[in-house]
């Protein structure tokens, strides 16, 4: 059929392109963003947005603030991507983007009354313990500050570093481990009250 061979053609140069754009380092999609390259940043947030949201979720309050949080980093990562020094990851430059964002959603929020979770949730959700767990655990961390959250967060929860957080929260390294030490020590008593009262410490008491 005439036409089907350069149909052919652009959709084998389409292809390469993604594919080209696919196995570049972040740092390439970044510069190459910066260049112009209107779909390599689009690339660079699919690539980390499963772990980028799931940080944000930790962080935030709500779902919707997770989101929320998430969109304005993602739209301060993409007007800020020039003066990236590229002395570090850009998987850690978005991370610090992110917590930041969802920090500063708290600050703004934190004169807003805020819905306690559910008392029902466990009931109408899932009934497995590790639903009642997350539950549990979510409650808690809700109770910290929102500097600490972000600390225990990142290294108990993330798996960074203390040196690593340091330089994700623009911190002193000794900052971070006072605030891991503190949210640790709240979060034993506060897990232990809401044990005391959730459905998954009833069953383990039984």
Known sequence: MPGTGAGTAYGSAVKSFGDDRRSRTDAELLAAHVDGDRYAFEELFHRHHRQLYRLARLTSRHPEDAADALQEAMLSAHRSAPAFRYDS???SWLHRIV???CLDRLRRNKSRPTAALRDDVAATGDPTAAVDTAIVVQRALMTLPVEQRAAVVAVDMQGYSVA?????LGVAEGTVKSRCSR???KLAGVLRHLD???PVGARSRQ
Not at 164 to 168: D, G, H, I, K
């Open 164 to 168: 690593e957080t340091a330089r994700l």
């Open 99 to 101: 917590v930041n964002s």
């Open 89 to 91: 990851a850009v998987s």
């Open 196 to 198: 005391s009262r959730s």
């Open 183 to 185: 949210a640790r020590a």
